[in-house]
């Protein structure tokens, strides 16, 4: 895989959270409940490893 393709998909990976943070009409909503937490607030703590993995993927592919 060349550079500028790595960078391509890096940019992709890091786009992939803010979209999904922006777009908070889909998970501004109460149910589904997990453990009495509302929707809204147990997605954005599922979504915050799973930005964090995003990022390293893209920082490790920039890197190479």
Not at 8 to 24: G, N, Q, S, T
């Amino acid at each position: 895989m060349d550079k500028r393709s790595r960078q391509v998909i890096a940019a992709i990976l890091l786009l992939i959270p803010f979209v999904v943070y922006f777009d908070v009409p889909f998970y501004n909503v109460a149910d589904p409940t997990l453990g009495g937490l509302p929707f809204y607030y147990w997605f954005q703590l599922i979504m915050l490893p799973v930005s964090a993995v995003l990022f390293l993927i893209a920082a490790m592919l920039i890197d190479r």
